[in-house]
């Protein structure tokens, strides 16, 4: 949301401001599909597409370009290796991506705000994008990106805006806080869920988008719903209600589930389940680091979710 309020602010304040979005990405390129910065001829910028000496290069060319009249919009490819050809970003990275510089103009910013609209309400819509503009829809496509090249100039670019994945904690004790405050930046939509009104860390748990006090995790079978997009995390006080918020999920498919516990509680507590049910479950929980502080936790935690969410990629 930060790159189209920084549009949104600047062309407001009558300042000029350019778009860069990578289009397409592959292999180890360090930007990748959807990210994005704005440029406004103050120099201000936001966002990244990548970092490093490539984005200082386009940074610069941006700058340059706002101050020429009648500026174009441009797509440009960056290999990220010295002995290409052309194109080459200066990184030796190895991979390459695709990132088109486009200068706002009043027909855009009624899709901008309404796109800020949307994100607001952490609602999800369609960012239409081609080398003529920008067009925002209330639409959800079945797909997160569809990038489609017409020529070296013409593309159409649909991305899927919002929250593109969504974490379910069960359990809102202090490694729920510790990991929600983490994944608040990774863009997941997050749902807590406790059985108990009145407990400490619940409240103070400011990170979560939705906190859900619940009669018995039993009716976690009907608030939480099967999906590609669905990550589950079971933390909750103790092995009674952990089996319980279990048993209510085993019949769904999910991303990523994963169950917080030592070994002997995790293998007594798998007794009871079929081989196909223990099969999908990540437990003990999280990357082995040795990790003992709810920080230490959530961090072991996050990262085998973020190892999960990207293996395809």
Excluded at 167 to 178: E, F, P, T, V
Excluded at 279 to 289: A, E
Aim: hydrophobic share 40%; charged share 20%.
């Amino acid at each position: 949301m930060e790159v189209w309020q920084f549009i949104a602010q600047k062309y407001q304040a009558k300042t000029n401001v350019v778009l860069l979005y990578v289009l397409h990405s592959l292999g180890s390129s360090p930007g990748r599909q959807g990210f994005k910065m704005a440029v406004a001829s103050d120099g201000d910028f936001c966002g990244s597409i990548g970092g490093g000496m490539m984005e200082h290069k386009f940074v610069e060319m941006a700058k340059a370009r706002l101050a020429e009249k009648g500026m174009a919009a441009a797509v440009y490819r960056q290999i990220h290796d010295k002995s290409a050809g052309k194109n080459q970003s200066g990184m030796i990275c190895s991979g390459e991506q695709t990132i088109f510089l486009y200068p706002m103009q009043d027909k855009d910013m009624a899709a901008i705000n309404s796109l800020l609209s949307s994100l607001e309400k952490n609602e999800q819509g369609t960012l239409h994008l081609t080398e003529e503009g920008i067009r925002f829809s209330d639409e959800i496509p079945p797909g997160d990106f569809c990038f489609e090249p017409k020529s070296e100039q013409a593309f159409t670019l649909v991305e899927r805006t919002g929250y593109k994945n969504t974490l379910h904690i069960i359990g809102g004790g202090h490694c729920a806080l510790s990991l929600a405050k983490l994944m608040r930046d990774m863009d997941f939509y997050i749902h807590l869920y406790d059985e108990r009104s009145d407990l400490n860390t619940m409240e103070a748990n400011i990170y979560a988008h939705e906190k859900h006090v619940v009669a018995g995790y039993e009716s976690l079978r009907q608030l939480i719903h099967s999906g590609k997009n669905i990550y589950v995390v079971i933390m909750t006080f103790g092995y009674r209600t952990d089996d319980i918020a279990l048993k209510a999920l085993q019949d769904k498919h999910f991303r990523y589930i994963g169950l917080l516990g030592s070994k002997y509680k995790v293998n007594k507590l798998f007794s009871g389940y079929p081989p196909e049910i223990v099969s999908t479950i990540h437990s003990p929980i999280g990357i082995p680091i040795k990790s003992q502080t709810p920080a230490e936790i959530a961090v072991s935690i996050a990262a085998e979710i973020i190892l999960e969410k990207n293996k395809d990629q």
